[in-house]
Structure formats: structure tokens, C-alpha cells
């Protein structure tokens, strides 16, 4: 045992060679080196230096199942010299490396479930067993339990890698959260990874939310790290971000000051449902034309067989808008519109009431109306980029539609129009601290943009809000001066005396970028580090927060397939494991991460 723990990767190559230089032909296999023959009842056994295990020892056999053992299984070899052997053997001319490996094999039937979201009772389909059966008779078929046991192992080892990559970043970590009922009873990249999946009691009130998200800061200790939370407008959410900022304030970066962050989505689906609620009979005829159309199948395949005869492009089927979401009413209006000519048909062939001339062209304004919405919408939920830098500018473009004179012509869309600038100025009347100086953190924009903002809406205060807006920039610039300052070269700081990195950044003219153009602000930031050090570290901050809820609503689209209704009884661990292990990508784990993770299986 000690002589194992102390052995070096050169003493196990020595070994190696020593092994191949004098050992007798029939035993020039590497494997040689940390493997004895013993005669044990008059049965030769090859016996493992190391924890001195019997194993078959047949001439003319191979020795597959003592690299197997050698490489994977013997935890009392460091893990160093397994790979170094490991190493040797790829080497081996003339080797097949295509040897079957169990112990490889069970880690991707974990990256199957984990991915395709397959239930684990699969795993005891006969069919299944008969499948894997056939394609290696050897391997002897792993059941459900073992199954759940290898994803949660999986998920662990996931789960430890991210807490370990959220230690050494250098910047805050800002989150999103939402809710959602079950059919239980229970570096410059913006990085979006799932990291609890939890259930909180019932009934879902301020400190259910709030406890929930207590128990995931402090499960990552990231009370200390975490920049801002994401929520919907729901009153809960307001109450559980309040009493959180009491309890856990002080510990906090900037003391919490700004950590709640509003869904923008969420607040446009406020602003155009009150809209849509001044104008309910608009588009009432054409919702009935489309509710007959959709209720049956052969209705659907009379539209569809008008929409042939007509010559219009064929159409699976037709879109029904959902109370509370807007968008939903905006796509069942793209769909209608193309679909007018075989809808009219339809409506005088059932003898239904047919939506008028008029009606069609309320349709057609409110269409146009919406579709702009629906753009700002889509910018809001993406995920994969940041959006933090765009909200006030979008902001401003649904402030200007809203207040575009051209509606006054159309009763129509002046209710609507004026129904959503009452939600408007409700709740983006004064829009978050944190979100200006992401602005700011444009160099496209800069201050100028957001001085422009205050001079469009609320022109008699723009030097007192520039006056307040410079005050927290600055105050954020200090703190991470405290906390990174220590980081850069002597040069550096003797460069940075007179005026700081925020004034420089400030008084620089900013960035054009002409019509069109994918201005990439990450990449701005990553190419001009070495420029500004500490305000870099800042706008990792700042860009990285998420304006929308999207990223949590898209894991319950994850969670609603693993845990549908043929599959209800996982326990609220092992769906967590599931959600989180998907989003964390563990069907990108090499093979030999696998083998190394997995090899204290018994196969």
C-alpha cells in the first residue's frame, strides 16, 4: 500500500520497460509490470501488485481483462499512472482500440437518458435489453435503479465542475427564477447554466419564493456573489426580493441595493393585454372562425382542402391565441391574414358568421400594431447574448410607438395605444439603476445615450438624474477597485493616478456602428481589457444580466417532458439531477471522462 501511493508516473514507465526487456515472450504485454502469476490451488492466477486481486490467467486468452482492471478498477494505482497507462496502451502498435468497454459503454447509456429524456423504467423494456443483448452479448444489462444512480453521478461530478468554475470568476454572478406547478404532489461568453431545480412548499407565497431562493445561494454560496434577480411583476416576487435584501442585505455585493431585476417580458405582456382587454370585440368573429376551424379534425381538413383548392401554400393547422399571452393573438393574426380568402370560405360553407370587410382590416392595423412588440419581445427573451445594454433603447422604441401621433387616425389603435402607455408609465416610468449604467457600458451608447433618455422623457430633471447616475457609477467603479485593484502591475496603477479608467472611458468618443451592423459589446470588452482592466471586470457585471425570465421559463419546457404524466413518480433530487445535468451539457462529456468518473462501477 505504501509503495503504491508513493509511485511515480517515471517509476510505472520504468517499470514498463523493464517488464518488455526482460520478461519471456508470452508476457511482453505491459500490463506485466503491475500484475504477478501465481500458482493458487494448482490454477495459475495473475495477481494485481496492488490490491491483490485473482484474476484468470489463461495462455493464449489476452490480457484485456487485466488492462481493464489495471487501468479502471484499481483505485489503490493513482490516478496519474492509470492514465499513463492508459497512455501506453493507445500507443501499442498494432492495437485495436475499438475493444469493447463496459465501463465506457454505461456512461453513454447515462448520456442517453440524460439527454433523450427517457424515463428510467426503459431500462427494464425487454426490448431494450434485447437490443443491447444483441449488439454485445458480454455486457450484462444495467436496470433502472443503476440507470438513475449513473445520471445522478453524473450530474454530481456536473454540479461540482460549475461550483468550482463560479469560485475562480472574477466577476458577480447575476440569476433569473420563476415558478412552476407539476402534475406531482411534491470569460467575455455570457455562460447561462441551470443550477437548482427545487421544490418549495405550497402554498407559493413571498417566503416560499424567498426561502427558495435563499436555499440556492447558499447550496452555491453565492450570497456574497450574487449581482441581481430576475423575477416576473408578480406582487410575491416584490415581497420576496424585500425580505431577502433585510435578511441577507449585509452580506451582499453592494448591499443589494439594486438585486431585483423586473422581466421586461413580462411587463409587455402587461402593457398589450390591457390593450387588448379596451378592444375585446375586434377580432371576435375571426377567434370563432378559427376556434370552429381547430375544434374538430375533419373541420381541420376542410380548411385545408379549401386552402388547395384556393392554391394557397399548405397549412397543418391554424393558431388559437391563449388568454394571458399577447403574442399568442399576434400569431393567430400572421396565420389569419394569410389564411383570409380559405377562412372566409369556410366560415360561409359552415354557415358561420363570417368576419366583415372591416373587421379583416382592424385585423390587418392591429397585425401591424402588434408585430413590433413581437420583435421587442423576442430581443428581451433571448439568452444567449447579452440584453442588459439594449433596454433603455428599446424601452424608447416601444415609448415611441406608443406615442406615434399615425394612431390617432384609427379609434382602434388609439385605445390600444393609449391603454398601454397608462401600463407604460406604470411601471418603466423610472427604470432600473442598474440597467442605465449597462447603457452606459455600451460604448455605442455611453453616458450620451442615457443623457439623451432623460432629456426625451423627463427633460425639467436631466442634470440631477446625470448627477445620480455618475454617483452610482462611480460608487460601483470603487468596489470593484477595492476588489481588483490588487490584481495589476505597479505600471499600471501609476498610469491611472491623475484620472480613472471611468473617466477615460467616458470622455472617449464612442463607437460607430452603422445601420445593420452586429455591434458585439462582449467582444468590445475582451479586446479592450488590457485598456480598461478594472472597468472590464465591471461591464462583466452589468452585460451579464438578463432582462427576462426566459432562461428559468425554458427549463420547465425541460422539466414538463421528463416529469409528464406517464412519468410522475421521480422525487424532486432526482429531477433536479435530470433538469440541471441536460442544461450543464452532459452529453458533451468525452469518453474519458467518463471511464474515470464511472469506473468505481462494478460491471
Same mark, same amino acid.
Given at each position: 500500500?505504501?509503495?503504491?501511493? #508513493?509511485?511515480?508516473?517515471? @517509476?510505472?514507465?520504468?517499470?514498463?520497460?523493464?517488464?518488455?526487456?526482460?520478461?519471456?515472450?508470452?508476457?511482453?504485454?505491459?500490463?506485466? *509490470?503491475?500484475? =504477478?502469476?501465481?500458482? $493458487?490451488?494448482?490454477?495459475?492466477?495473475?495477481?494485481?501488485?496492488?490490491?491483490?486481486?485473482?484474476?484468470?490467467?489463461?495462455?493464449?486468452?489476452?490480457?484485456?481483462?487485466?488492462?481493464?482492471?489495471?487501468?479502471?478498477?484499481?483505485?489503490?494505482?493513482?490516478?496519474?499512472?492509470?492514465?499513463?497507462?492508459?497512455? #501506453?496502451?493507445?500507443?501499442?502498435?498494432?492495437?485495436?482500440?475499438?475493444?469493447?468497454?463496459?465501463?465506457?459503454?454505461?456512461?453513454?447509456?447515462?448520456?442517453?437518458?440524460?439527454?433523450?429524456?427517457?424515463?428510467?423504467?426503459?431500462?427494464?423494456?425487454?426490448?431494450?435489453?434485447?437490443? $443491447?443483448?444483441?449488439?454485445?452479448?458480454?455486457?450484462?444489462?444495467?436496470?433502472?435503479?443503476?440507470?438513475?444512480?449513473?445520471?445522478?453521478?453524473?450530474?454530481?461530478?456536473?454540479?461540482?465542475?460549475?461550483?468550482?468554475?463560479?469560485?475562480?470568476?472574477?466577476?458577480?454572478? #447575476?440569476?433569473?427564477?420563476?415558478?412552476?406547478?407539476?402534475?406531482?404532489?411534491?470569460?467575455?461568453?455570457?455562460?447561462?447554466? $441551470?443550477?437548482?431545480?427545487?421544490?418549495?412548499?405550497?402554498?407559493?407565497?413571498?417566503?416560499?419564493?424567498?426561502?427558495?431562493?435563499?436555499?440556492?445561494?447558499?447550496?452555491?454560496?453565492?450570497?456574497?456573489?450574487?449581482?441581481?434577480?430576475?423575477?416576473?411583476?408578480?406582487?410575491?416576487?416584490?415581497? *420576496? $426580493?424585500?425580505?431577502?435584501? *433585510?435578511?441577507?442585505?449585509?452580506?451582499?455585493?453592494?448591499?443589494?441595493?439594486?438585486?431585483?431585476?423586473?422581466?421586461?417580458?413580462?411587463?409587455?405582456?402587461?402593457?398589450?393585454?390591457?390593450?387588448? +382587454?379596451?378592444?375585446?370585440? *375586434?377580432?371576435?368573429?375571426?377567434? =370563432?372562425?378559427?376556434?370552429?376551424?381547430?375544434?374538430?379534425?375533419?373541420?381541420?381538413?376542410?380548411?385545408?382542402?379549401?386552402?388547395?383548392?384556393?392554391?394557397?401554400?399548405?397549412?397543418?393547422?391554424?393558431?388559437?391565441?391563449?388568454?394571458?399571452?399577447?403574442?399568442?393573438?399576434?400569431?393567430?393574426?400572421?396565420?389569419?391574414?394569410?389564411?383570409?380568402?380559405?377562412?372566409?370560405?369556410?366560415?360561409?360553407?359552415?354557415?358561420?358568421?363570417?368576419?366583415?370587410?372591416?373587421?379583416?382590416?382592424?385585423?390587418?392595423?392591429?397585425?401591424?400594431?402588434?408585430?413590433?412588440?413581437?420583435?421587442?419581445?423576442?430581443?428581451?427573451?433571448?439568452?444567449?447574448?447579452?440584453?442588459?445594454?439594449?433596454?433603455?433603447?428599446?424601452?424608447?422604441?416601444?415609448?415611441?410607438?406608443?406615442?406615434?401621433?399615425?394612431?390617432?387616425?384609427? #379609434?382602434?389603435?388609439?385605445?390600444?395605444?393609449?391603454?398601454?402607455?397608462?401600463?407604460?408609465?406604470?411601471?418603466?416610468?423610472?427604470?432600473?439603476?442598474?440597467?442605465?449604467?449597462?447603457?452606459?457600458?455600451?460604448?455605442?451608447?455611453?453616458? =450620451?445615450?442615457?443623457?439623451?433618455?432623460?432629456?426625451?422623457?423627463?427633460?425639467? @430633471?436631466?442634470?440631477?438624474?446625470?448627477?445620480?447616475?455618475?454617483?452610482?457609477?462611480?460608487?460601483?467603479?470603487?468596489?470593484?477597485?477595492?476588489?481588483?485593484?490588487? +490584481?495589476?502591475?505597479?505600471?499600471?496603477?501609476?498610469?491611472?493616478?491623475?484620472?480613472?479608467?471611468?473617466?477615460?472611458?467616458?470622455?472617449?468618443?464612442?463607437?460607430?456602428?452603422?445601420?445593420?451592423?452586429?455591434?458585439?459589446?462582449?467582444?468590445?470588452?475582451?479586446?479592450?481589457?488590457?485598456?480598461?482592466?478594472?472597468?472590464?471586470?465591471?461591464?462583466?457585471?452589468?452585460?451579464?444580466?438578463?432582462?427576462?425570465?426566459?432562461?428559468?421559463?425554458?427549463?420547465?419546457?425541460?422539466?414538463?417532458?421528463?416529469?409528464?404524466?406517464?412519468?410522475?413518480?421521480?422525487?424532486?433530487?432526482?429531477?433536479?439531477?435530470?433538469?440541471?445535468?441536460?442544461?450543464?451539457?452532459?452529453?458533451?462529456? @468525452?469518453?474519458?471522462?467518463?471511464?474515470?468518473?464511472?469506473?468505481?462501477?462494478?460491471?
Amino acid at each position: 500500500m505504501e509503495r503504491v501511493s #508513493s509511485a511515480t508516473a517515471t @517509476e510505472v514507465e520504468d517499470a514498463i520497460s523493464t517488464d518488455q526487456s526482460g520478461r519471456s515472450g508470452k508476457k511482453r504485454a505491459k500490463v506485466w *509490470a503491475y500484475v =504477478d502469476t501465481e500458482l $493458487i490451488d494448482g490454477v495459475e492466477k495473475a495477481v494485481c501488485k496492488y490490491c491483490k486481486l485473482q484474476l484468470s490467467s489463461v495462455p493464449g486468452k489476452g490480457t484485456t481483462h487485466l488492462n481493464r482492471h489495471i487501468g479502471y478498477y484499481c483505485h489503490h494505482i493513482p490516478q496519474e499512472d492509470r492514465d499513463t497507462f492508459l497512455a #501506453s496502451l493507445k500507443n501499442t502498435p498494432g492495437r485495436d482500440n475499438s475493444v469493447f468497454d463496459p465501463v465506457v459503454f454505461r456512461g453513454l447509456i447515462a448520456k442517453y437518458f440524460l439527454h433523450g429524456e427517457v424515463a428510467f423504467r426503459k431500462a427494464d423494456d425487454p426490448t431494450w435489453r434485447e437490443m $443491447i443483448n444483441y449488439c454485445q452479448p458480454s455486457f450484462n444489462v444495467v436496470g433502472r435503479q443503476t440507470v438513475r444512480a449513473d445520471c445522478m453521478m453524473l450530474y454530481e461530478e456536473e454540479k461540482l465542475q460549475l461550483q468550482d468554475k463560479i469560485t475562480k470568476l472574477k466577476s458577480h454572478v #447575476s440569476l433569473t427564477a420563476d415558478l412552476w406547478s407539476s402534475n406531482q404532489t411534491w470569460e467575455f461568453e455570457l455562460q447561462k447554466k $441551470i443550477i437548482a431545480f427545487k421544490q418549495i412548499s405550497y402554498p407559493h407565497n413571498s417566503f416560499a419564493v424567498q426561502d427558495g431562493i435563499t436555499a440556492c445561494l447558499m447550496e452555491w454560496d453565492l450570497v456574497d456573489r450574487v449581482f441581481s434577480v430576475t423575477l416576473d411583476n408578480a406582487s410575491v416576487n416584490n415581497r *420576496a $426580493i424585500r425580505d431577502l435584501r *433585510a435578511a441577507l442585505g449585509p452580506q451582499m455585493f453592494f448591499n443589494g441595493e439594486h438585486l431585483h431585476v423586473r422581466c421586461a417580458a413580462h411587463v409587455l405582456n402587461i402593457m398589450v393585454q390591457a390593450g387588448l +382587454q379596451v378592444i375585446p370585440n *375586434a377580432i371576435k368573429r375571426i377567434r =370563432d372562425i378559427i376556434k370552429v376551424a381547430t375544434s374538430t379534425p375533419s373541420r381541420l381538413q376542410t380548411v385545408n382542402s379549401i386552402v388547395q383548392t384556393l392554391g394557397l401554400r399548405g397549412k397543418s393547422g391554424l393558431v388559437l391565441d391563449v388568454p394571458h399571452r399577447w403574442n399568442a393573438t399576434y400569431d393567430m393574426l400572421h396565420e389569419a391574414l394569410k389564411y383570409k380568402a380559405a377562412l372566409n370560405r369556410f366560415a360561409a360553407e359552415q354557415f358561420q358568421d363570417c368576419p366583415s370587410e372591416v373587421e379583416w382590416q382592424d385585423a390587418a392595423w392591429l397585425h401591424e400594431f402588434l408585430e413590433q412588440f413581437s420583435d421587442t419581445t423576442k430581443a428581451f427573451s433571448a439568452d444567449r447574448h447579452p440584453t442588459a445594454h439594449m433596454f433603455v433603447k428599446m424601452m424608447m422604441a416601444i415609448r415611441d410607438v406608443l406615442l406615434d401621433e399615425a394612431w390617432n387616425a384609427n #379609434s382602434l389603435l388609439n385605445a390600444l395605444a393609449e391603454a398601454m402607455y397608462t401600463k407604460f408609465e406604470k411601471y418603466w416610468a423610472a427604470p432600473s439603476m442598474i440597467l442605465l449604467i449597462a447603457t452606459v457600458l455600451d460604448p455605442s451608447m455611453k453616458a =450620451d445615450f442615457v443623457k439623451f433618455y432623460f432629456m426625451t422623457v423627463e427633460s425639467a @430633471e436631466v442634470q440631477e438624474k446625470m448627477r445620480e447616475l455618475k454617483q452610482y457609477l462611480n460608487q460601483y467603479y470603487l468596489e470593484r477597485v477595492e476588489l481588483a485593484f490588487a +490584481q495589476f502591475s505597479s505600471q499600471n496603477s501609476r498610469t491611472r493616478l491623475e484620472r480613472s479608467e471611468l473617466d477615460l472611458y467616458l470622455d472617449d468618443p464612442r463607437v460607430v456602428v452603422r445601420a445593420g451592423e452586429n455591434f458585439n459589446v462582449l467582444a468590445w470588452w475582451k479586446k479592450n481589457s488590457d485598456a480598461y482592466p478594472i472597468l472590464s471586470l465591471m461591464a462583466r457585471d452589468f452585460l451579464s444580466i438578463p432582462v427576462s425570465t426566459v432562461s428559468s421559463e425554458s427549463a420547465f419546457s425541460c422539466a414538463g417532458r421528463i416529469l409528464g404524466k406517464n412519468r410522475t413518480s421521480l422525487s424532486p433530487e432526482t429531477l433536479e439531477a435530470l433538469v440541471c445535468a441536460k442544461d450543464c451539457g452532459a452529453n458533451e462529456i @468525452e469518453n474519458r471522462y467518463l471511464k474515470r468518473k464511472l469506473s468505481h462501477f462494478k460491471i
